[in-house]
């Protein structure tokens, strides 16, 4: 039984676990030099603690699916499993880690027939983008292969990340350290200010991508968001990414990097990538329904591609909890 106290804990009051980052760097030694059966059974071990040590993850996992399940009206997910999912984030995990180590190639990249090649295009003629992301699957993946230049075009590409500095500052620090290439451009949301929206216009216009994920309301922030109903029940989206986007002025993509297998290490992904159709263009009147639409229009994506990779959604809180204040 669910207490009031637990359902009502916010993502971004959990702390990052791991204060050192020895024990990461350890793990990155081993994905280094490991074969994937290794790996895979490590994955199937941790899981497994995972799911016994952790109440909270399987209530979330359950509470998410029994979610999609009664908005899918039955067709999603097949089974309700909580392990299921909280394999595939063990999984993604790793695989996340074999990018940054230069392991993951773009030749398992699956394009389709959306906007990347568009988006690509645009790159190549040193023009950049806004991406929207979410914690549904793997964008990271995007920043690990740029980092070896492995993205699809004759040019590395410059990418910025928006997040909460303190929820990761210990797997920043490590990835930074096996990876000098890394290039690591964070920002964190309460940073943002005039002067950065000209720092990241200039990026942008100099061929760079700024990278942002829309599911989860900033820390600082947390008051300010945007409601609509997801997968069939109202839930609170950022409203500062899609200011954001506004402010920016520049084109705006949403990015879902997908593994192809559910329960296969080193899977193929498919890389979706689809052009907001909202024109930002605007007078300030119309500014707050533009924003409205623009949310609407993320969440539909959200919605399609959970129905379609049920078990790779990597939100383990509460997500329809709602926070009382300003909103949308």
């Given at each position: 039984?669910k207490?009031k106290i637990?359902?009502?804990?916010y993502w971004s009051d959990?702390?990052?676990?791991?204060?050192?980052?020895?024990?990461?760097?350890?793990?990155?030694?081993i994905?280094?030099?490991?074969?994937?059966?290794f790996?895979?059974?490590l994955v199937?071990c941790v899981?497994?603690f995972?799911?016994?040590?952790?109440?909270?993850?399987?209530?979330?996992?359950?509470?998410?699916q029994k979610?999609?399940?009664?908005?899918?009206e039955?067709?999603?997910?097949?089974?309700i499993s909580?392990?299921?999912?909280i394999?595939?984030?063990?999984?993604?995990v790793?695989?996340?880690m074999q990018g940054?180590?230069?392991k993951c190639?773009y030749d398992?990249?699956i394009?389709h027939?959306?906007?990347?090649?568009?988006?690509?295009?645009r790159?190549e003629?040193g023009?950049?983008?806004f991406?929207?992301?979410?914690?549904?699957?793997?964008?990271?993946?995007?920043?690990g292969?740029?980092?070896?230049?492995?993205?699809g075009?004759?040019?590395?590409?410059s990418v910025?990340?928006?997040?909460e500095?303190?929820a990761?500052a210990v797997?920043n620090k490590?990835?930074?350290e096996i990876?000098?290439?890394?290039?690591?451009?964070v920002?964190?949301?309460?940073?943002i200010?005039?002067?950065?929206?000209?720092?990241?216009?200039e990026r942008i216009?100099?061929g760079?991508?700024?990278?942002?994920a829309a599911d989860?309301?900033?820390?600082?922030?947390?008051?300010?968001v945007?409601r609509?109903?997801f997968?069939?029940?109202?839930a609170?989206f950022?409203?500062?990414?899609?200011?954001?986007?506004?402010?920016?002025?520049?084109?705006?993509?949403?990015v879902?990097?997908?593994?192809d297998k559910e329960?296969?290490?080193?899977s193929?992904?498919?890389m979706c990538?689809?052009?907001?159709?909202?024109?930002?263009?605007c007078?300030?009147?119309?500014?707050?329904?533009k924003?409205?639409?623009l949310?609407?229009?993320?969440?539909g994506?959200?919605?399609?591609y959970?129905?379609?990779?049920p078990?790779q959604?990597y939100?383990?809180y509460n997500f329809?909890?709602?926070?009382?204040?300003?909103?949308?």
């Amino acid at each position: 039984m669910k207490s009031k106290i637990e359902r009502q804990i916010y993502w971004s009051d959990h702390k990052e676990v791991i204060s050192s980052n020895k024990p990461l760097l350890v793990l990155f030694k081993i994905i280094k030099v490991m074969p994937d059966w290794f790996l895979t059974g490590l994955v199937n071990c941790v899981a497994f603690f995972y799911l016994i040590s952790s109440k909270r993850a399987r209530i979330e996992c359950r509470t998410y699916q029994k979610q999609l399940y009664e908005y899918s009206e039955g067709k999603q997910p097949v089974k309700i499993s909580a392990y299921k999912q909280i394999r595939s984030f063990c999984l993604c995990v790793i695989e996340k880690m074999q990018g940054w180590l230069g392991k993951c190639k773009y030749d398992k990249i699956i394009c389709h027939e959306d906007d990347m090649q568009e988006l690509l295009h645009r790159l190549e003629k040193g023009k950049g983008a806004f991406l929207i992301g979410s914690h549904l699957g793997n964008i990271e993946l995007l920043r690990g292969l740029s980092s070896f230049g492995e993205n699809g075009i004759n040019k590395n590409i410059s990418v910025t990340t928006i997040m909460e500095k303190n929820a990761t500052a210990v797997f920043n620090k490590t990835i930074m350290e096996i990876n000098p290439n890394a290039g690591f451009q964070v920002i964190d949301p309460s940073e943002i200010n005039p002067d950065t929206i000209i720092a990241l216009q200039e990026r942008i216009e100099n061929g760079g991508l700024v990278v942002v994920a829309a599911d989860r309301p900033s820390a600082n922030s947390r008051n300010r968001v945007i409601r609509k109903k997801f997968l069939g029940k109202e839930a609170d989206f950022p409203y500062g990414v899609f200011v954001l986007a506004s402010l920016l002025k520049v084109p705006t993509y949403y990015v879902f990097g997908l593994r192809d297998k559910e329960s296969s290490l080193n899977s193929r992904y498919h890389m979706c990538i689809e052009k907001s159709a909202v024109d930002l263009n605007c007078g300030r009147a119309e500014r707050e329904e533009k924003l409205k639409d623009l949310c609407g229009e993320f969440v539909g994506k959200l919605e399609k591609y959970c129905m379609k990779f049920p078990y790779q959604w990597y939100n383990f809180y509460n997500f329809w909890l709602q926070q009382d204040g300003n909103n949308g």
